[in-house]
């Protein structure tokens, strides 16, 4: 049997993605009765909403790992009965969203909770299928007219009690989840609520803990860098730049912040005046982070847990000099100029020379 696969979705992968069955359930914390959910058994979604939705099931895509607990069966029995069991597909999607619900300890925002199986093209002629869980709040919303009164234009402006904002900061949480053995992953997550990680009513309803701890992804995103600097033709390259460049600023990413941002990474290591290029670079970039598994994390970077080798940069002249440092070049006040016969002249501005034994 084949490894798991260590990254998300590939790009085609997710271009695929289609809807198979789809059904929200209204949750209303405040509602007499203390019916809490009320169940719905069908919704129909125009173009517009299914674009909408894939959308933001192509963002969760490539969202933070988690694999399902030993102990913690719950949603997972639930989830692989909606794949195997299309027959009870309304029924099941009951359940989750009750169980969802009845986990919330505090004050719930009313809105829907979304349940979904989708389907992609893992290879030629062979579809995968996949769950999606949403949870939206309710947003106010207004519609308006206007009518001619004693020579005026009058407005009348009138609330929309129950109305869904079809943007991003509409979803509250979501989840993708394969039931397979396909990915190394089980669930791909993501919680507005939380700048990393998942709230712990969220992560007990899902079952699930993080697949990868801080220091490994951080030292998955680093040692990908490296290895793609290494690979890249040097006619390819911007000028001023080499394997140590990329690297280096790797390294003050790392260092420098707080949270790991996939779209934030690639552009403080891919530095080019030229779009055309810088895209391209970022784009093949991007593809060796996902195969790593990195794309789409979010996690504390711990640049401590680098080894010192994978921290350093390194230059070796033709003569025997050795220059090493950490960081990129800038930062060290290092610059390398190319100079007749194609030889290069390296400047290091400094503070202090000291000698070393």
């Not at 895209?279 to 080894?307: T, W």
């Amino acid at each position: 049997m084949p490894s798991s696969i260590e990254g998300v979705l590939s790009d085609t992968q997710r271009e695929s993605l289609e809807i198979v069955e789809f059904i929200f359930h209204i949750i209303q914390p405040d509602a007499d009765g203390n019916q809490e959910v009320v169940f719905l058994d069908e919704v129909q979604l125009q173009s517009k909403q299914k674009t909408f939705f894939l959308d933001r099931l192509r963002d969760v895509a490539e969202g933070t790992q988690y694999v399902f607990k030993p102990d913690s069966v719950h949603l997972k029995e639930k989830c692989e009965q909606l794949v195997e069991q299309s027959g009870r597909f309304t029924e099941l999607s009951r359940h989750i969203t009750s169980d969802f619900a009845e986990r919330h300890k505090g004050q719930m925002a009313a809105g829907v909770f979304v349940v979904a199986t989708v389907k992609y093209l893992a290879a030629a002629n062979d579809w995968k299928k996949l769950v999606f869980l949403v949870k939206m709040d309710k947003r106010p919303s207004f519609s308006y007219s206007y009518k001619e009164l004693e020579g005026k234009r009058v407005a009348v402006v009138e609330e929309i009690e129950n109305s869904l904002n079809e943007t991003k900061s509409a979803i509250q949480k979501c989840a993708l989840i394969d039931v397979s053995d396909r990915f190394a992953w089980d669930v791909l997550a993501f919680d507005r609520t939380k700048r990393i990680g998942l709230s712990d009513y969220f992560r007990g309803f899902l079952g699930v803990t993080e697949r990868q701890q801080d220091s490994v992804l951080t030292r998955s995103a680093h040692s990908a860098v490296r290895q793609w600097a290494k690979k890249l033709p040097k006619d390819d390259l911007p000028p001023g730049e080499d394997a140590n460049t990329y690297a280096g600023r790797s390294l003050n990413y790392l260092n420098d912040h707080d949270i790991f941002d996939t779209e934030a990474y690639l552009n403080a290591v891919v530095r080019d005046d030229d779009d055309r290029r810088k895209s391209e670079l970022i784009n093949d970039l991007r593809q060796q982070l996902a195969e790593a598994g990195v794309v789409g994390q979010r996690f504390k970077p711990k640049p401590d847990s680098l080894p010192q080798k994978a921290r350093k940069q390194i230059y070796q002249t033709a003569e025997g000099v050795v220059i090493t440092y950490e960081g990129d070049n800038e930062a060290v006040g290092i610059t390398i100029e190319n100079v007749e016969g194609g030889r290069k002249l390296i400047k290091i501005l400094t503070n202090r020379l000291e000698t070393k034994d």
